[in-house]
């Protein structure tokens, strides 16, 4: 598994770096910084769920290269701006210093902005096989990221530090915050490759499972995580008063949780058959990371 990801990782990079060029202009700087966080590390998960739901129908990387990338360069604009000093005000991330402690908190923000709007110009100016599958798999990356998704789940996070919440509305919380991205990668991939309504339905059950047990999984290693492995501070969470499943459910209950939803996970892709035994490996994978 590690060496087909490996493989996959270095296609997604080949892309992130063409459609991110070093720039000599005036303002190259904030080429550098958005080159510097997208290429500072990470699993690619997402880019990675895009085309493997595509593969699942009969798509290829080819369906979802520019919102494939798109939606990575999404990701690691939402890290740059979590780790600001106004949100996480984290030093570390996927190892290496964040965005503002290298360049500055200005072109820190300034590169989380560019990210997106890249993102959307990315997609915009790809050629598509069908127009009109582009432009709602376009709706569904803008919904996800911003108030009713991403966004949204981050501003209940920050209003909810230092209070303990119910584990319902803390599921509510990342399932917007973490899920929406996971869950448009997923539904994209399918959506570009000609998945039908019920398709889409288990792709997004799929993701939605996957996001639950993934973010259980972050919470975990943060308390059980080293530092070097996991490439950011471990123990954060409970510095910052954060809800997380292991403040109000206990490490055990957490570890359960994480298997009740892998199998969900896994459960929502039954009807694609041995088609998914690549999307099952990759959730046994991520429930198991350290990093
Ligand atoms: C600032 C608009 C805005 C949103 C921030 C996603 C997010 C919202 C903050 C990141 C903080 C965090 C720990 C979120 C939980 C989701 C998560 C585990 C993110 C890290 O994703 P990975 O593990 O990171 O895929 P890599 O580095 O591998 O890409």
């Known amino acids: 598994m590690t060496e087909e990801l490996k493989k996959r990782i270095a296609v997604i990079d080949a892309a992130l770096n063409d459609y991110l060029p070093v720039c000599d202009k005036p303002q190259g700087i904030i080429y550098d910084a958005m080159r510097y966080s997208v290429f500072a590390g990470g699993k690619r998960l997402r880019p990675m769920l895009m085309w493997e739901c595509a593969k699942l129908l009969g798509g290829d990387w080819d369906t979802v290269r520019p919102f494939a990338c798109a939606l990575e360069m999404i990701h690691t604009y939402s890290l740059i701006h979590d780790d600001l000093p106004a949100m996480d005000n984290d030093d570390l991330r996927r190892g290496m210093p964040t965005s503002h402690i290298k360049f500055g908190e200005d072109i820190a923000i300034l590169a989380g902005d560019a990210l997106l709007n890249k993102a959307f110009e990315t997609v915009a100016a790809a050629d598509h096989a069908d127009a009109a599958i582009a432009i709602r798999a376009m ?153």
Do not use: W
């Open 139 to 291: 709706g569904v990356l803008s919904n996800a990221s911003g108030t009713e998704g991403m966004i949204g789940g981050q501003v209940i996070d920050l209003k909810s530090e230092g209070k303990e919440i119910a584990i319902a509305e803390l599921q509510h919380l990342h399932l917007l915050k973490t899920g929406a991205l996971i869950r448009a990668a997923c539904v994209i991939g399918g959506m570009l490759a000609g998945a039908d309504d019920k398709e889409l339905d288990s792709l997004d059950s799929f993701a939605k499972a996957l996001g639950v047990a993934f973010q259980i999984q972050d919470d975990i290693l943060d308390v059980t995580g080293d530092e070097e492995t996991l490439g950011k501070p471990i123990g954060s969470d409970a510095e910052q008063d954060k809800n997380t499943y292991v403040r109000l459910c206990g490490l055990d209950r957490s570890k359960q949780l994480v298997e009740k939803y892998s199998k969900d996970a896994s459960e929502a892709l039954k009807g694609f058959g041995n088609k998914a035994e690549f999307l099952n490996k990759l959730t046994e994978y991520l429930i198991n990371r350290n990093n």
